[in-house]
């Protein structure tokens, strides 16, 4: 299975501001996946990153507020932007290749806006 | 749309079993198992494909009836390493997991 390296780890940020986190596959992968999970909570997908072609969102999720690059096959990046406290959560990226595997996630990125 | 998964919360003994449920209301492509430790990512336990077939690992074993779109990840013979919470995602042939809401597992000594 894929390794995927992800920073930041943790950032605490003021309201208003954007936070870039990054994901780094050391593997070529074709989609790669960004995901929300408020603490105790569950994983929401917010968007799917696909190289060459603009990120698709899900219902709730904007490009203005997560707008998504995707370089390479093996890079992208999630923009939080303008953001509010509400935006306070843990932000994954994911890649997999199902069906022969399932998914891997990062390690997430503990977002506090203040 | 967000499967069902049910108990919320179970409570072990080591060696003692538990089933987790999880149900969809849409036709589906494939199950996923996965299991969190507290403040570490999701990690991968097993796939179930339409069809029956079945990709995994450790000694977990789970279901997969696609007549009733109901999936059940069966915990024998508990360890104290199963703790964590347990969440299943569900596939509709477009490599999108929705993910359930959760089940936790404490296993005691």
């Known amino acids: 299975s894929a390794v995927i390296s992800q920073k930041p780890s943790r950032d605490i940020c003021q309201r208003g501001t954007s936070l870039t986190i990054q994901c780094q596959v050391d593997?070529?992968?074709?989609?790669m996946f960004w995901y929300r999970q408020q603490p105790g909570q569950s994983l929401t997908l917010i968007a799917t990153a696909n190289q060459g072609s603009e990120a698709t969102y899900e219902s709730g999720f904007v490009i203005d507020k997560f707008p998504i690059s995707r370089p390479n096959l093996t890079f992208s990046t999630l923009t939080v932007s303008n953001m509010s406290p509400e935006d306070s959560s843990i932000y994954l990226c994911?890649?997999?290749?199902?069906?022969?595997?399932?998914?891997?996630f990062g390690s997430g990125t503990r977002l506090t806006v203040v | 749309q967000q499967p069902v998964q049910s108990p919320q919360a179970v409570i072990l003994r080591e060696g003692e079993d538990a089933v987790i449920n999880c149900s969809s209301s849409?036709?589906?492509?494939?199950v996923h198992w996965y299991r969190q430790k507290h403040g570490e990512a999701p990690v991968f336990l097993m796939i179930l494909l339409k069809g029956g077939e079945q990709k995994g690992h450790e000694k977990i074993s789970a279901s997969f009836n696609e007549k009733k779109q109901q999936s059940s990840l069966y915990l024998t013979a508990s360890q104290l390493s199963y703790s964590g919470t347990y969440f299943c995602?569900?596939?509709?042939?477009?490599?999108?997991?929705?993910f359930g809401a959760g089940t936790t597992v404490t296993v005691r000594a």
């Open positions: 849409k036709a589906l492509y494939s």
């Open positions: 995602g569900t596939e509709r042939n477009d490599y999108k997991l929705s």
């Open positions: 593997s070529q992968v074709t989609m």
């Open positions: 994911s890649v997999g290749k199902p069906p022969d595997y399932g998914y891997t």
